[in-house]
């Protein structure tokens, strides 16, 4: 890699590091470049080589976060390795945990911290539906027609979300390999399946 090009990488995962710390201490609307700046360790100049203010860079990391896991349906032949459902639960279960395990302070800063945007959860909700609808229309596998589809969905996708972070909130979650086995028992037994007669 190059000097320069490790340089910028360090610079803004300072600045991101910064950013996740003021947003937790003072609340994103509160908060100034020169706070990010001071936390980073960094001159205002050098923010701004990167990012035209503090929204900016908000959206940027947003949209990394976006591109990311659009992606993880795309790499390593999510597509044409997965052979069932349980294929593509497995291999996109394994995926996700892991990638947001690593983006852990910033997904919880943005949902339950004062991020200041509340879109950022039903931006990311609606990419995992769009996507695994994909995959699953490729895979020929459809939905009952039991109850109305936007339901099973909103179930699927909201129970997953709402799980995934409960667990990141954790003091000490699981590793990702061992959530995602945890989902993987969530997708394939019912709720009152779980429960049993002493």
Same mark, same amino acid.
């Given at each position: 890699?190059?000097?320069?090009?490790?340089?910028?990488?360090?610079?803004?995962?300072?600045?991101?590091?910064?950013?996740?710390?003021?947003?937790?201490?003072?609340?994103?609307?509160?908060?100034?470049?020169?706070?990010?700046?001071?936390?980073?360790?960094?001159?205002?100049?050098?923010? /701004?080589?990167?990012?035209?203010?503090?929204?900016?860079?908000?959206?940027?990391?947003?949209?990394?976060?976006?591109?990311?896991?659009?992606?993880?349906?795309?790499?390593?032949?999510?597509?044409?390795?997965?052979?069932?459902?349980?294929?593509?639960?497995?291999?996109?279960?394994?995926?996700?945990?892991?990638?947001? /395990?690593?983006?852990?302070?910033?997904?919880?800063?943005?949902?339950?911290?004062?991020?200041?945007?509340?879109?950022?959860?039903?931006?990311?909700?609606?990419?995992?539906?769009?996507?695994?609808?994909?995959?699953?229309?490729?895979?020929?596998?459809?939905?009952?027609?039991?109850?109305?589809?936007?339901?099973?969905?909103?179930?699927?996708?909201?129970?997953?979300?709402?799980?995934?972070? /409960?667990?990141?909130?954790?003091?000490? =979650?699981?590793?990702?390999?061992?959530?995602?086995?945890?989902?993987?028992?969530?997708?394939?037994?019912? =709720?009152?399946?779980?429960?049993?007669?002493?």
């Amino acid at each position: 890699m190059h000097q320069n090009d490790l340089r910028v990488r360090k610079t803004r995962a300072k600045i991101k590091r910064a950013l996740i710390e003021t947003i937790n201490e003072k609340g994103f609307g509160n908060l100034t470049v020169s706070d990010i700046t001071e936390k980073a360790g960094i001159n205002r100049g050098t923010f /701004y080589i990167h990012y035209k203010g503090k929204q900016d860079l908000l959206e940027q990391l947003e949209e990394a976060i976006y591109s990311d896991i659009v992606q993880l349906f795309h790499d390593n032949g999510t597509i044409s390795s997965a052979t069932s459902y349980e294929d593509l639960n497995r291999q996109f279960f394994q995926k996700f945990s892991a990638y947001i /395990y690593g983006e852990r302070d910033f997904i919880l800063a943005m949902v339950l911290g004062n991020g200041d945007d509340p879109m950022f959860y039903h931006k990311i909700k609606q990419i995992l539906t769009r996507e695994l609808l994909k995959r699953m229309e490729y895979l020929g596998i459809k939905m009952s027609d039991e109850i109305p589809h936007e339901y099973i969905e909103e179930y699927a996708i909201g129970s997953m979300l709402n799980l995934s972070i /409960y667990w990141l909130e954790k003091d000490n =979650p699981e590793p990702p390999n061992e959530f995602a086995k945890i989902m993987m028992r969530t997708r394939t037994k019912a =709720p009152l399946a779980f429960a049993s007669k002493e």
